[in-house]
């Protein structure tokens, strides 16, 4: 166990639908991740926040958007859904934020299914 | 541009063999920590083994080590006395741009036959 929590584990939505996705990092980090991996892909580098701050975001679609809150969980709102956007959706983090030297720790994924 | 490179989309040997996996990345970063991150089916993503570019000595834990060539920008995975629980995804990874983002392989699928 990692201590990162993910919800839901699955979820299945419609094109067009909007859906949130909850992180809750490990107790005492203050990092954030979002990673986005498509059947049989690598891991694409979403969105990283810092103690409630956007720090680095990566490819990053417009109708997606994220945010950290006070108390650190961090939630990813996914918008107008394609089909392409099924996927497994990671979270994962850190203690600390830049330089990036220790590891990220990951939950257990959000696989969502649009249809 | 910041890349990193899996060549082997999969392997596969017999339990208690040694397996090698190949991770070559380009990075204009000068002090850098590379990771390899195992994915078993389970999905969740666990590292593996963590190396220091600023350090010469291969990173080792138990039966997982790597061989770093920093100059090649080459950054392998060995498994010794492989076990089926080995079986899994292996995704290398390192930070990029001012480490602010942490960038993945595409993955190597590896079996353990029994």
């Known amino acids: 166990d990692s201590g990162v929590t993910q919800t839901p584990k699955h979820l299945i939505t419609a094109t067009g639908q909007r859906v949130t996705l909850r992180c809750s990092p490990r107790?005492?980090?203050?990092?954030v991740y979002w990673y986005q991996q498509s059947l049989d892909q690598g891991l694409q580098f979403l969105i990283q926040?810092?103690?409630?701050?956007?720090?680095a975001k990566g490819n990053i679609l417009e109708r997606f958007s994220a945010q950290q809150f006070p108390d650190l969980h961090s939630e990813l709102n996914l918008s107008s859904l394609e089909l392409g956007d099924s996927a497994l959706y990671f979270c994962?983090?850190?203690?600390?934020?830049?330089?990036?030297?220790?590891?990220?720790?990951f939950g257990e994924g959000s696989r969502l299914t649009v249809l | 541009a910041q890349t990193v490179t899996q060549s082997q989309p999969e392997m596969s040997v017999q339990e208690a063999e040694t397996v090698t996996l190949s991770c070559t990345y380009d990075?204009?970063?000068?002090?850098?920590?590379l990771f390899w991150y195992k994915q078993p089916p389970s999905r969740q993503m666990i590292l593996v083994i963590r190396?220091?570019?600023?350090?010469?000595q291969n990173a080792t834990e138990n039966r997982f080590s790597v061989n770093f060539q920093k100059a090649a920008k080459s950054f392998s995975l060995k498994i010794s006395d492989s076990q089926l629980g080995d079986t899994a995804m292996y995704f290398c990874a390192f930070p990029i741009q001012g480490a602010q983002k942490l960038v993945f392989g595409q993955g190597t699928r590896l079996t353990i036959n029994p």
């Open positions: 926040y810092y103690n409630g701050e956007e720090r």
């Open positions: 190396q220091e570019a600023y350090k010469q």
């Open positions: 990075t204009s970063e000068n002090n850098y920590y």
């Open positions: 107790s005492g980090d203050l990092s």
């Open positions: 994962a983090s850190s203690v600390g934020s830049i330089p990036l030297t220790g590891e990220l720790f």
